[in-house]
């Protein structure tokens, strides 16, 4: 019931943020997947005052992660947030978000709010969570692998085709290479038929006499 109650007096509050408005003043943070990473915002008063954490959903809606008030002393959390990923907590100057095992998922826009005055001063922070350089190597290696698979298995299949056809080629014409081999062998015997020699008789010196 606690609980519903705050979360309820929370939304209300924060009823006219301008999620447009905040991310002209946006810090950026960087993280990277299965790290830790803190974000932090400056309370304006210096004072212990309630403090809050939400994340823009959507660019429109304001989805409350933690709260802390001067009542209880403690921060706490939104129901479905996993157990010891998100940790708030404030040294009253500063207020802090841990994230731990961090992911891709967890990109995008935090709220940091304290309540002064009868409403919620806000501090936005972008964070973003960048893939490693050891993924994107492995994956553009994995990448790469499947390409060179492929080509292989499209060059293997190329030949396979070929085999088969001239195979079909040869069964629908049998005749076919009996016929050729034996042209080779005919054009073979007259290219090498050895040439003979024709000699020229020379006739003999004839001499015709007469006799009268």
Known sequence: MKRSLITALILCSISWISVSGSESHT???EGRPGGEVTLTCSNPSNRDTPTLWLRVVNRTKASWISTMTRSTGKPLYRDGIKNGRFNMSTNIST???QIKHVDVS??????CGFYIEGRYNFSAIHFNVKESDGTAKLMSLILGALTVLLLMVIIGLVVTIRKLQ???????????PENRASEELNYAAVAFRPKTRKTREVEPNVVYASTR
């Open 106 to 111: 967890d990109s995008g826009l935090y709220l």
């Open 95 to 97: 207020l802090f978000l």
């Open 166 to 176: 001239k195979a079909a080629n040869e069964e629908q014409n049998p005749q076919q």
């Open 27 to 29: 810090e950026t943070v």
